[in-house]
């Protein structure tokens, strides 16, 4: 009985892991065919390798049979924040009815996969976009990271507002020095001209005494 209990878990959770990855991408029928479209890996991140997810079947439900081929038939143009990358579809070993065309996003936000080309000499022109109905936009690195790096934004500027603080106060030591060498200067010489000045008196007076009979 607990064997039986742990196998109907797994296959329950099984379950839920398929309906949640296929939650994550669209499903749309074009014609006779059924597309599935969006990112390969969920939830996407930037700056991490991602790519398109197409899946194509022909039929309903377990009738349903993959459509091979297809890699030279479609294309799919990548379009976010005003620009658009051409990409070619690459059949998934091991999987029939399965293509993939990588790419990095660089931005987090909305993108927009638009699919065009023919299936066994169907039009297909379709555009799929990234959303809550239909699968993930793609997340900011910062929102999915953990634990907080050290070494954050955050803590650089503090660090080099510390080290400006630093070099501002030396800067400050500097001139104080400079003033005080100055000020030393002035004194040293106002001292010599007195010292001059007190010879030159000491000189005079010891010439009157000696002229006096």
């Known amino acids: 009985m607990a064997r039986l209990v742990t196998a109907l878990a797994l296959a329950l959770l099984a379950v839920l ?11 749309r029928t074009v014609g006779s065919y059924t597309l599935v479209v969006g990112f390969l890996d969920e939830p996407p991140v930037v700056d991490e390798p991602n790519g398109v997810s197409l899946t194509v079947t022909k039929g309903q439900g377990a009738d349903a049979t993959p459509v ?14 005003g620009q658009t990358m051409p990409l070619a579809f690459e059949p ?9 065309a990588d790419f990095i996003p660089t931005a987090s936000g909305t993108y927009a996969f638009h699919i065009t080309g023919t299936i ?10 990234s959303g809550p109905n239909t699968f993930d936009d793609v997340n900011a690195r910062a929102a999915l990271s953990f634990p907080v790096k050290t070494d954050s934004a955050a803590a650089l500027q503090q660090t080099a507002h510390d080290a400006q603080q630093a070099a501002d106060t030396a800067r400050l030591l500097g001139i104080g020095g400079l003033v005080v060498g100055v000020l030393g200067l002035i004194a040293g010489g106002a001292g010599l001209r007195a010292a001059r000045q007190a010879r030159a008196t000491a000189a005079t007076e010891t010439e009157d005494v000696a002229v006096k009979p």
Request: charged share 25%; proline share 5%; no cysteine.
């Open 17 to 27: 892991t398929l309906a949640a990855g296929a939650s994550a991408h669209e499903h």
């Open 68 to 81: 091979e081929g297809l890699a030279e038939m479609l294309k799919v143009d990548v379009v976010s924040h």
């Open 92 to 100: 998934v070993f091991g999987t029939p009815g399965a293509y993939r």
């Open 120 to 129: 066994d000499g169907q039009p297909v022109d379709e555009r799929f976009t």
